[in-house]
């Protein structure tokens, strides 16, 4: 007879890291889409001034 297999216990998880992740800690830049939406507003703009 085999002997019953054993369940394999997960590695406890950092709590703070999913918290870090969730409000996107120490980061104060705006996001990648947002400096690129602003610059096609303002070159819109520009074009419409001309």
Known sequence: MKPPL???VPKPRNPYVALAIQRRAGEHEKS???KRQAEK??????????
Not at 41 to 50: E, G, H, P, Y
């Open 6 to 8: 054993k369940k394999r």
């Open 32 to 34: 990648a889409g947002a």
């Open 41 to 50: 507003q303002a070159l819109k703009k520009s074009l419409d001034t001309q």
